[in-house]
Structures are given as C-alpha cells and as structure tokens.
C-alpha cells in the first residue's frame, strides 16, 4: 500500500540554525511529492512540489527539498529558521496510477527557540 | 476569489446525531477530498473524488459517507456520530496529476 512516514514528530532548533525534515514514501512509480505547513489554528499552505526535473526544487520562504529516488526520500530543508517558521509540517504524495489518492505524513511539529 | 469554502466552521453534535459537512470549489476542479486531523496523526484521508461522479474510500471511512453532488460540491455526511469523530475536517480540491491541493479552511466537530 501507498504510504509516506515522517519520522520525527517534533523537532527543536535555535533560532539561525540550519532546519531538514524528513519524509520517505513507498510507492511503485515516482509520485507527485508535497510539502504542507500549517500554522496553529491555520489551514494548510503549500511551500513546493516535486513532479520531475531537477530534483532539487525551491519553495516559498526560504524552503527547499530534494527529492532523492534511490532512499524514496523527499527532505524538507532551510539553511536558517526563522522564529516565525515555527510550525507543523507535512509531507504528501498522490500519483495517477493510485488513482489520484492524495496521502499525507503524520506531520512534524517545529519548534525554533530563541 | 472564493477557493475551497467548508461550512459549518464550527458544530456540536450529541452521541447518535446525524450532520453533513458541505464543501464547494469554485476551481473547476476535477478531484475533491476530505480529510480528518488528530493530534499526531497528521490528516487522514476518509473519502476522496477522483472526478465528478466517482467516489472512493480513504484510509478511515468507516462511520461516513460522501456524496459528489456535481464538480463544485461534495458533501461528507456524519450518519450516527460518535465520539470517536471528534476532529478538525477539511476538505480539499485539486485537479489530476501533478498539481497542488487546496484547502478549505476546516470544520472543528465536538462530539459529546
């Protein structure tokens, strides 16, 4: 069955620091791949997408992802977080040949300590 | 610019009560969700739409059911709630393939 794992539940990182969140998913084919956050009380707002080409694909505030075919991974990374980032975070997937199904991670809640 | 709106935003139901939670894409979408958040367990998937007059099972759709009224419109529908369907609900829309989903902006459900 289709599934994409986010390992980390929560992850805490100082203000400055560098940030990756990671995501794997098991799929046959390579799949469409998302990155969500969600900010308390909000909806959810897309940061970038991955559907082929240069596997490493830039997103909106700062954010960017590799997408690596060999480990099924999809990580989440900013080189300096920002108080502001703190958030949670989710990986998607969905590929036509699973007929459309959209399936998210669990999320990773993000703290950023000053 | 209306997007993906839900409605209600916010209800409260008794054990045993039936409701349906509306939502409606103003996108010319072919592809509608809904999802419920727990805590920790990120969004689950319960119905989806792949297109206008296709529905299928998610990961929990057990205790709902979905109706795809037409392409702007798909409703989920409480039958006997529980306690257990406590949850935020969104739905979402998208086209096929390689596209983004959107969200609507949630409908927290009590269930007492």
């Known amino acids: 069955a289709q599934s994409v794992t986010q390992p980390d539940i929560h992850i805490t990182v100082s203000e400055g620091a560098s940030l990756e969140l990671r995501c794997n998913y098991s799929?046959?084919?390579?799949?469409?791949l998302f990155w969500y956050v969600q900010s308390p009380g909000q909806g959810l707002q897309l940061l970038l997408k991955?559907?082929?080409?240069?596997?490493l694909v830039q997103g909106i505030k700062g954010f960017e992802a590799e997408f690596k075919r060999s480990q099924s991974s999809f990580n989440l990374r900013k080189p300096s977080v920002h108080w502001s980032d703190a958030a949670e975070y989710f990986c998607?997937?969905?590929?036509?040949?699973?007929?459309?199904?959209?399936?998210f991670g669990a999320g990773t809640i993000l703290r950023v300590k000053s | 610019n209306a997007g993906v709106t839900q409605t209600p935003k916010f209800q409260v139901l008794k054990t045993g009560q039936s409701m349906t939670l509306q939502c409606a894409q103003d996108?010319?979408?072919?592809?509608m969700y809904w999802y419920r958040q727990d805590p920790g367990m990120g969004l689950r998937l319960i119905y989806y739409?792949?297109?206008?007059?296709?529905?299928d099972k998610g990961e929990v759709p057990n205790g709902y059911n979905v109706s795809r009224l037409n392409k702007r419109e798909f409703s989920l529908r409480l039958e006997s709630a529980a306690p257990s369907q406590t949850s935020v609900y969104f739905c979402?829309?998208?086209?096929?393939?390689?596209?983004?989903?959107?969200f609507g902006q949630g409908t927290r459900l009590t269930v007492v």
């Open positions: 739409s792949a297109s206008e007059g296709t529905t």
């Open positions: 991955y559907f082929s080409g240069d596997t």
């Open positions: 799929y046959g084919a390579t799949p469409y």
């Open positions: 979402a829309s998208r086209e096929q393939g390689g596209t983004e989903a959107f």
């Open positions: 996108m010319n979408h072919n592809s």
């Open positions: 998607a997937v969905t590929h036509m040949e699973y007929g459309n199904k959209l399936v």
